[in-house]
């Protein structure tokens, strides 16, 4: 579910929508798409076998639309509560290993 004081927003990639997201504002979640990793990650997403973000890909980022924000609101709903960066296929994929990311240091020895 949407939390107070964020917003959730949808990125297109090449035009198309391709996942929304949740951010305090569109300026962090800019800053959220353009980890190299995320982009990493998304190049190895597929849909029918097709990429679905190819490496020439033109990310756009805008406010997500109501039915947008009724799939995440869904999506979420549904899926173990996490307080990290979470965000939601809005396309059908083929296969996608869920990870969660943590910013805290792994204590291991």
Do not use: H, W
Not at 65 to 78: Q, S
Request: proline residues 6%; glycine residues 6%; aromatic residues 8%.
């Amino acid at each position: 579910m949407e939390q107070p004081g964020r917003k959730i927003f949808t990125l297109d990639i090449n035009g198309r929508p391709t996942l929304a997201l949740q951010a305090q504002n569109i300026e962090f979640a800019r800053g959220m798409c353009a980890v190299p990793d995320f982009r990493l990650d998304l190049y190895e997403i597929t849909s029918d076998g097709v990429p679905i973000c190819p490496v020439d890909s033109v990310f756009g980022l805008r406010p997500a639309t109501k039915k947008e924000v009724a799939a995440f609101e869904r999506a979420v709903g549904l899926a173990p509560a996490a307080d990290d960066f979470t965000f939601v296929m809005l396309i059908k994929v083929d296969r996608v290993e869920v990870v969660a990311i943590t910013s805290q240091a792994d204590d291991r020895a």
